[in-house]
């Protein structure tokens, strides 16, 4: 049930050495792009990193250097300004793409994190991956073979985020 | 297989007018709330509507008035920004959430699209729903039984969206 596979994910930080195909990478990708986007837009683009040269730079444009470096395969996800209509719903679109991504990663026994805090240095990251002007940073995906279990978040209860129930 | 139920999942737009109990819509909410989130900030509060008279009125703030009237239940999305840390990586969790929330609905052979035209008239929404004024209207899901099978959106093929791989 898809449900508890939601509630099982788990973010992945550490990873095997072992080589992720590009098969797996694909099937990644094309789980993140039937997010649905409005007027399907489709606002995303990824660049696929395997390079490590380009990792250790990668690495020291974030705190969370050891996950970067340690990664055989980092996802790099764009928002494409030439595609967008609405730029709040561009970046809710690209968050569930990303979701779906993690669930796949999940799925294919995989594991993998999603890391945000590299966007304080998004223009290096552009500058180093050479991507266009019209391209903004939106996340970091690191994905390896799994070398750790990952830990339960805890989640506020739905009374706490249920504001009311009209009806 | 995850990656089945995601490529398969449509947006459905016309629903039978057979009640959803509220087990249901909590088990919904629950798959969004599972979302990862910037610090694990969780910046996502609900409003769940099944008034008529409420739906009523929210239909006149949409283009998509026949949708919002239709649905038995109306599951209202905000961003709490006495929650937030980063306005963007909050908006992207809640399209996780979102997102989650959209698979749950699929996996429970439930029927489900994602609004976000009503957007236009934030405002209009926070004095009907009376809620405070740091939350920030996000989307409006309108769930219900499917009465239709919903239609499949095309997609960019991986090559378009893939922008480059390095190494």
């Not at 240095?121 to 180093?128: F, S, T």
């Amino acid at each position: 049930m898809m449900i508890n596979l939601i509630k099982m994910r788990r973010s992945i930080r550490k990873f095997t050495p072992e080589k992720v195909g590009d098969e797996i990478v694909n099937q990644i990708i094309e789980a993140g792009i039937f997010a649905p986007s409005g007027k399907n837009n489709q606002p995303w683009k990824f660049v696929v990193v395997r390079d490590s040269g380009l990792k250790e730079q990668l690495s020291d444009m974030t705190h969370y250097s050891q996950i970067i470096r340690d990664a055989p395969v980092l996802i790099v996800v764009f928002l494409d300004h030439h595609q967008s209509y609405d730029y709040i719903k561009d970046v809710q679109a690209v968050g569930a793409c990303i979701q779906n991504m993690l669930l796949a990663v999940s799925d294919l026994r995989m594991g993998g994190v999603w890391l945000g805090e590299i966007l304080k240095n998004k223009e290096r990251v552009h500058a180093l991956l050479s991507t266009p002007e019209h391209f903004e940073l939106m996340a970091v995906i690191a994905l390896g073979h799994p070398a750790e279990k990952g830990k339960k978040r805890e989640r506020f209860g739905l009374d706490q985020v249920i504001f009311s129930k009209i009806g």
